[in-house]
């Protein structure tokens, strides 16, 4: 026999039956671990840090990834003996040693300009005894002429030293921050032996080309840059911030300019990012006009 359910009953059972798919939610939104709302919480809070950093400029690309591959070419295998009387056998037993072979770009650049320096003597010398070796040397050196962009690219805008002058200030870096003028004289400095350099004079000033290297990392144009993007309370002792900022891009944009037909494509996306985030610096300190644009090299 049926109990025929009055309308309390009714009442009584929907609202059971609402509690119960409450219940039921509700145990779905309960944390699985007991340190999970912790987690809610840094995941939160850095999804907020993330839209902060998005405001800032990109870390620069790591070295390993920027690098040009630049074939050693036919003086691996060359007998140093037939170069008896050369001063460029010197160079080259540097070269092959593996010392040379595993050295970082700078000191790569500055080996290959001394062969460019010193090969032409010894072909001239060469080719009354030994033809086929002088035509050796010879392609060994215009192949040198030929890389020469690519060697200045690896040792300097693709280098960890000028990464440096882009990383913020938290990030570790192993060189000590410089002042406003060393690092815009040492960008300077750089970007004269490059003119010579180019432009077919192959000395080269080992010592002040690396110690300039060593100041242009301690730059801090990254540090600067984001300062000014994030609004960040700091003192410019060299004068308005995007002039000393413009001080120090100048020298860069310039040498990214003479190497502009080698830059690899991944630089040149971090270039226009930072291009970009400048623009947008200089946006906001009262509309401060952007520096000049890059010279060519001077003609002394």
């Known amino acids: 026999m049926l ?20 219940l039921v939610l509700l145990d779905g939104c309960q944390p699985a671990e007991p340190d999970t709302p912790l987690e809610v919480y840094l995941s939160r809070t850095g999804s907020v840090q993330s839209i902060a ?8 690309p790591v070295v390993v990834d920027l690098q040009l591959p630049i074939p050693w070419g036919t003086l691996d295998t060359l007998d140093l003996v037939s170069l008896s009387g050369c001063n460029v056998q010197a160079t080259i037993g540097k070269r092959n040693s593996s010392l040379g072979r595993h050295a970082k770009p700078s ?12 090969a032409p003597h010894c072909i001239d010398l060469l080719r009354e005894r030994h033809w086929a070796l002088a035509n050796v040397l010879e392609a060994a050196w215009r192949q040198r002429q030929l890389q020469l962009p690519a060697l200045i690219f690896n040792a300097t805008l693709g280098s960890d030293e000028y990464r440096s002058l882009w990383l913020n ?20 400095r750089i970007n004269r032996h490059v003119c010579r350099w180019l432009s077919g004079d192959y000395q080269a000033q080992n010592r002040d080309f690396e110690v300039s290297l060593s100041e242009v990392a301690g730059g801090g144009a990254g540090a600067l840059l984001n300062a000014l993007l994030t609004h960040s ?14 001080s120090r891009l100048t020298p860069v944009k310039t040498l990214e300019t003479h190497l502009a037909t080698i830059l690899p494509l991944q630089y040149r996306y971090w270039m226009d990012d930072r291009n970009d985030r400048v623009t947008e610096a200089a946006s906001t300190q009262h509309h401060q006009p952007l520096a000049h644009l890059p010279s060519p090299c001077p003609i002394n």
């Open 3 to 22: 109990h025929q359910r009055t309308p309390g009953s009714q009442h009584e059972r929907s609202r059971w039956l609402l509690c119960s798919a409450f």
């Open 53 to 60: 950093l998005s405001d800032e400029l990109k870390v620069p």
């Open 107 to 118: 000191q790569r650049l500055l080996l290959e300009l001394e062969y460019l320096r010193l």
């Open 169 to 188: 200030p938290g990030v570790p870096a192993a060189y000590p921050p410089v002042s406003h003028s060393a690092a815009v004289s040492a960008l300077n």
């Open 233 to 246: 309370s700091v003192l410019f002792a060299a004068g308005p911030p995007t002039e000393s900022l413009q």
